[in-house]
């Protein structure tokens, strides 16, 4: 099992910065992408952003050029900086944990949520 704690999340103002911080812990070895997805309030959960164990990223076109993920292999962690925060923004952002063998998911951890509120 993988366990997925985040933290961070608060409120900002609009053009302001979060960092998120995401610590993993279990059995992480062979988690191979992390990421961060959000869910605004009567919206469906999307994804945000991922990054694999090597480094490659990928972003939503809504986020491009203002929230940038990295992480820490060996601290088991993932992080969020967002910059330039709009009130759409506004949501729950989840960590997320996969192991994808052959393009296929096979296993996927969430946490619990944190919630990120900007104001116009």
């Known amino acids: 099992q993988v366990q997925l704690v985040e933290s961070g999340g608060g409120l900002v103002q609009a053009g302001g910065s979060l960092n998120l911080s995401c610590a993993g812990s279990?059995?992480?070895?062979?988690?191979?992408?992390m990421g961060w997805y959000r869910q605004a309030p009567g919206k469906q959960r999307e994804l945000v952003t991922t990054i694999t164990n090597e480094g490659s990223t990928n972003y939503a076109d809504s986020v491009k050029g203002r929230f940038t993920v990295s992480r820490d292999n060996a601290k088991k962690r993932v992080y969020l900086q967002m910059n330039s925060l709009k009130p759409e923004d506004t949501a729950v952002y989840y960590c997320?944990?996969?192991?994808?063998?052959?393009?296929?998911?096979?296993?996927?951890?969430w946490g619990k949520g944190t919630l990120v509120t900007v104001a116009a």
């Open positions: 279990g059995f992480m070895s062979r988690i191979n992408v």
């Open positions: 997320n944990a996969q192991y994808i063998y052959k393009t296929f998911i096979r296993e996927t951890y």
